[in-house]
């Protein structure tokens, strides 16, 4: 996917809800739990010691992702916003590559030496759990604009997510094929963070719902810091404490 291929935004009629949204585009890509320290580090690292524990976190952080996308539609009746869900789990089970994107991540494993089989009985860390249930939660019960909140906040911060990691892969002289997964997404993210963008102003525009859309964000940023939190533990990777809240 080139640049011409992303989809674009739409300028929303309503100019305070334009900056509403950028405000809290902003509040995303300013997060800690975009700028962490773990992905700083890994970003410029060779090291590849961590690996296999690190992208087996991951792969429990994203393999229902398209599930709970989907679970968003029984949230809603606007077909603005379904259509919006179609498309993008359309794009992460087949789009252009054939494949769903789990399956070329699970190639990015093998290619790294993490096997199918032994993530059939791996036991992922407390914080990967908590980030996977509280995605589930925001995504699929509750109130749309919830829901809308937390997605926002994911495809926001998703391509510079996936930088750090791509560029911590380049460093380790890891392969274009074998980071596929991760230069797919460091320019698909950018389109799915434009559609919600695009379909989610028109439900901002009382006290209340930009206040579920609020939580929405929040919750779902303050899970995905303490899911990298979780990971720097683990590998005993001396960070900074919390910045934001």
Not at 88 to 117: Q, T
Not at 125 to 154: C, E, H, Q, W
Not at 180 to 203: K, M, P, Q
Request: hydrophobic share 40%; aromatic share 12%; glycine share 6%.
């Amino acid at each position: 996917m080139n640049q011409q291929e992303i989809r674009q935004r739409t300028t929303h009629e309503n100019e305070e809800v334009s900056g509403y949204l950028s405000e809290w585009e902003q509040f995303v890509w300013l997060h800690r739990g975009v700028l962490h320290p773990f992905l700083a580090k890994f970003a410029v690292s060779r090291n590849a010691e961590f690996n296999a524990m690190l992208f087996s976190e991951f792969y429990c952080f994203i393999r229902y992702l398209p599930f709970y996308i989907s679970g968003m539609a029984l949230l809603t009746r606007d077909e603005k916003i379904l259509r919006e869900i179609v498309v993008n789990v359309n794009e992460e089970v087949g789009g252009k590559h054939d494949r769903s994107h789990l399956n070329i991540y699970r190639d990015f494993l093998r290619d790294i030496g993490v096997s199918l089989n032994s993530l059939k009985d791996y036991r992922c860390l407390p914080t990967t759990r908590a980030l996977d249930g509280a995605v589930k939660r925001l995504y699929t019960s509750g109130v749309i604009t919830t829901a809308m909140g937390a997605m926002f906040a994911l495809e926001s911060m998703s391509s510079r997510m996936v930088a750090y990691l791509d560029d911590g892969l380049v460093a380790q002289g890891c392969s274009s094929d074998t980071r596929l997964f991760f230069t797919i997404h460091r320019v698909s993210e950018i389109g799915h963070a434009n559609g919600v963008y695009n379909v989610v102003g028109e439900h901002l525009e009382s006290p209340i719902n930009k206040e579920q859309f609020e939580f929405g964000i929040k919750a779902f940023m303050k899970a995905v810091e303490e899911f990298w939190d979780g990971i720097s533990a683990a590998i005993q990777l001396d960070v900074p404490e919390r910045t934001i809240s």
